[in-house]
């Protein structure tokens, strides 16, 4: 299995942009997190999906983000528009016990 | 919800030398701790994890300590390496599918 997988690893977008964050879960695996790290404020937890169903999303920031996980195997996470301020490293996650995380999207908004 | 603190925040060790990370948690109902290992630029990797019906688990170098009563687990590395150079997350969950609460990490660093 090549685990979680992201992409893109790396954006650079200009403010007002649309981004979209991608990721494919662990096959199997019943439980997909998003997660965002900064320095200032370390892995937060942005949502999560139970069988593709979203369960919590009060640490999605502002109306600008959005998730859709459509079927079991792919989600998305999208800024619109994008801000400095979202510039960090976005994490995708998913597992049934254990949380296993993908590479990471560095985002970076100038 | 639950708040997970971690301590400290940075530690040095020279080589050779044991290292402990702390953590304390606040959600009496959490009864998963998992520890996380994250190497600069890369993902947080599972080092390993403990659930509430163990009071320390181990395995080679690393072990992980459980007081529920206290709520709070701990992460003891022995004859730490250069390698055990990183940041190191603690996290604790009600369940391993609901979401972990991650504490703010601690940067490691063994001195050859």
């Known amino acids: 299995d090549a685990g979680v997988i992201q992409s893109p690893r790396h954006e650079v977008t200009e403010m007002g942009q649309e981004v979209t964050l991608r990721c494919k879960p662990i096959?199997?695996?019943?439980?997909l997190f998003w997660y965002r790290q900064t320095m200032m404020r370390g892995l937060e937890l942005l949502i999560y999906?139970?069988?593709?169903?979203?369960?919590?999303d009060s640490g999605m920031p502002e109306d600008r983000f959005s998730a859709k996980m459509p079927n079991a195997s792919f989600s998305t996470l999208k800024i619109q528009p994008s801000e400095p301020r979202d510039s960090a490293v976005y994490f995708c996650?998913?597992?049934?016990?254990?949380?296993?995380f993908g590479q990471g999207t560095r985002l970076t908004v100038v | 919800g639950e708040n997970v603190e971690q301590h400290p925040s940075t530690l040095s060790v020279q080589e050779g030398d044991s290292a402990v990370i702390k953590c304390t948690y606040s959600?009496?109902?959490?009864?998963?701790f998992p520890w996380y290992k994250q190497e600069l630029g890369k993902r947080p990797q599972l080092i390993i994890d403990?659930?509430?019906?163990?009071g320390e688990k181990k395995d080679q170098r690393i072990a992980v300590t459980l007081n529920k009563t206290a709520k709070h687990f701990s992460l003891h590395i022995t004859e730490t390496q250069p390698e055990d150079s990183a940041v190191y997350f603690c996290?604790?969950?009600?369940?391993?599918?609901?979401?972990?609460?991650f504490g703010k990490g601690t940067r490691l660093s063994v001195i050859a």
């Open positions: 996650a998913s597992g049934t016990v254990e949380a296993f």
């Open positions: 096959s199997g695996h019943n439980s």
């Open positions: 999906f139970n069988n593709n169903v979203p369960i919590d």
């Open positions: 959600d009496s109902a959490s009864n998963y």
């Open positions: 403990i659930r509430s019906n163990v």
């Open positions: 996290a604790a969950s009600p369940s391993g599918n609901t979401p972990l609460v």
